[in-house]
């Protein structure tokens, strides 16, 4: 018997019923105005991956959902997955926690640094109950990096980057060995064998719900599902797929219509869940997101290129927010710049808990969403990194208009030929495709650029993205993806610092966004217009037109 594989935490055996119960004796009543948080989000979904966007998609139940609610149709995330799961849960730039070099793959020694206190931590201690359901993806090797240490008080789902659909099993190659992945808190768990992967997630959601209804309607909750879906390997029951048998057009390979199929079954499971809540839904938010663009070029249109890279179709993704709180400023979209990091303050604020003293680099956005102020944010870092094995570096920002990347926009591989004086630079207003660069026309708008990025650069956390490491490989744990084979502290080598090491709130970007770049020689950027000032552009085109259903 691996000793590994019985690993549990007192609160994963408590039972939800008594952690919820132990809540609300401590917190009562006081907690019933609170709402309740259901986090989807899903893997791989492009902006073209849902039919508000692309009507070649069937995905009707997330195009009720979001637009009953707020469709944010200029939304970012990082250009890969971990670096995404991480923002979400901190609130900070992948830059700022040294995740941004990209996934923690299976068999790598490391994961989100525990320096950092998370989203359900926070929300645990203002008398939440936190749950996680389906993937982590933010490190395994040592059980301080696991979900269930990182404040999330149940989790059923899988530690690793991706596996089989139906088995869970990881494969890599004869010498690896092939790795099981499911996990109910810490301990491997068997059930729903053979089972589709995105209705094993729908299900134990469902059952969530249920058991946290029965165990006390009072006390709030934080439910991230976190989908398999629609990432390779590309699977899915034929009940999703035959919705596009007959589908045939240049661009759409049989690979594409299994993917689509991917999709219509998440979509599916999103409206069987929110179904679930009944009355607790009148108090729920709803948030939707993906993690990153499609790495298939037909997920990411009218955008370039694929996950991975700095190119709008890995960055720009459909999210949207729906809750009966919002209302009456709901069925509309917002085309104001959002950021997945945007997501921490706005729940924390929701919950009650100061975010003044949260360090962050999201900005609050329901008073925006309810109409009541303006969204503040006029700038995105999509990504800031450096070798520290040699003198190769990719920064890219977006501010207002204007889209900077220094180095190659694909993905960043290091220890490959570089050259340091590449520049890209995009009107994304003019030019959402990136087709004309603008850099050898507008020089002075690159030297300010250059200018901010370096102030930026200063703040980078050295990433620890090593190579995989033989003893966590599966042939060696009885087929388990499994935990204890690594050390937790490398950031406090890599970085010198210690658990309470202070960090800036605001990053310099952040606080030079008064700074507007207009490419003429010399001069100065116009104040914000209507459109720089990101108000709200409703789907039918005119102010206060709700949005109407399909």
């Known amino acids: 018997m691996n000793p590994k594989l019985s ?30 948080f259901l986090i989807f989000m899903v893997d791989d979904f492009g902006y ?38 991480a923002s979400f849960l901190t609130g900070l730039y992948p830059h700022r926690i040294g995740i941004q070099r990209g996934n923690v793959s299976p068999f790598r020694p490391t994961g989100l640094a525990t320096k950092f206190k998370l989203l359900p931590q926070y929300l645990q201690e203002a008398g939440y109950s936190t749950h996680l359901v389906g993937k982590w993806h933010l490190g395994y090797c040592h059980p301080d990096y696991l979900p269930t240490r990182r404040g999330f008080q149940t989790f059923f789902g899988q530690w690793g980057q991706q596996s ?16 099981y992945d499911l996990r109910r808190g810490e301990n491997i768990t068997y059930e729903g064998e ?44 034929e009940a999703y797929t035959e919705k596009y048998a007959n589908l045939s057009y240049d661009l759409l390979s049989q690979e594409d219509k299994v993917r689509y199929g991917m999709i219509s079954a998440v979509d599916a499971a999103v409206g069987d869940i929110v179904k679930s809540l009944e009355d607790l839904r009148n108090n729920t938010v709803i948030i939707f997101t993906s993690d990153n663009g499609s790495e298939k070029q037909i997920g990411n249109i009218p955008f370039r290129g694929v996950q991975g890279t700095l190119w709008e179709g890995a960055l720009r993704v459909p999210a ?7 209302k009456p400023h709901s069925g509309r979209v917002v085309k104001s710049l959002v950021h997945i990091s945007d997501w921490m303050p706005t729940i924390l604020n929701l919950a009650g808990i100061n975010i003044n003293s949260v360090q962050s680099d999201g900005f609050d956005i329901w008073d925006a969403l309810k109409g009541t102020k303006k969204f503040k944010r006029k700038s995105v870092v999509y990504s800031l990194d450096k070798d520290d094995k040699s003198r190769k570096f990719q920064f890219g920002v977006r501010i207002n208009k204007f889209k900077f990347v220094w180095g190659d926009p694909g993905r960043f591989e290091v220890n490959s030929p570089f050259q340091d004086d590449v520049y890209h630079l995009y009107n994304l207003e003019a030019d959402p495709g990136e087709y004309v660069n603008l850099a050898s026309t507008l020089p002075r708008v690159v030297e300010k650029m250059k200018e901010k990025v370096l102030k930026l650069a200063m703040e980078i956390r ?9 003893l966590a490989y599966p042939r060696y744990h009885q ?8 050390e937790a502290d490398w950031w406090k080598i890599i970085w010198n610092e210690e658990e309470d090491t202070p960090m800036e709130k605001d990053t310099p970007l952040q606080e030079e966004q008064d700074v507007h770049l207009q490419g003429e020689q010399d001069t100065p950027m116009e104040k914000d217009t209507p459109l720089q000032e990101e108000q709200d552009v409703h789907l039918q085109g005119e102010q206060d037109t709700p949005m109407e259903k399909d």
Not at 15 to 35: C, H, N, Q, W, Y
Not at 64 to 84: F, H, K, N, V, W
């Open 7 to 36: 690993l549990t935490v007192s609160s994963t055996e408590m039972g939800l019923r008594t952690i919820l119960s132990v809540i609300f004796l401590v917190f009562g009543d006081t907690e019933a105005a609170k709402p309740n």
């Open 48 to 85: 073209n991956d849902v039919s508000w966007n692309n009507p070649t998609v069937y995905t009707p139940h997330l195009d009720a959902l979001g637009r009953e609610g707020i469709i944010l149709d200029t939304y970012y995330t990082a250009p890969r997955c971990s670096p995404s799961r």
């Open 462 to 470: 050295t990433p620890f993205h090593p190579s995989r490491y033989s």
């Open 479 to 486: 087929g388990i993806i499994s935990t204890g084979w690594c």
């Open 164 to 179: 089989d659909q139906f088995t869970r099993m990881h494969e890599s190659n004869d010498y690896i060995g092939a790795g």
């Open 320 to 326: 949207f927010i729906n809750s009966d709180l919002l």
């Open 194 to 237: 053979n089972e589709y992967g995105t209705h094993l997630w729908r299900d134990e959601t469902i059952r969530l719900v249920s058991e946290l209804r029965r165990a006390s309607s009072e006390a709030p909750w934080l439910i991230q599902v976190s989908f398999t879906a629609a990432r390779s390997p590309y699977q899915a029951p």
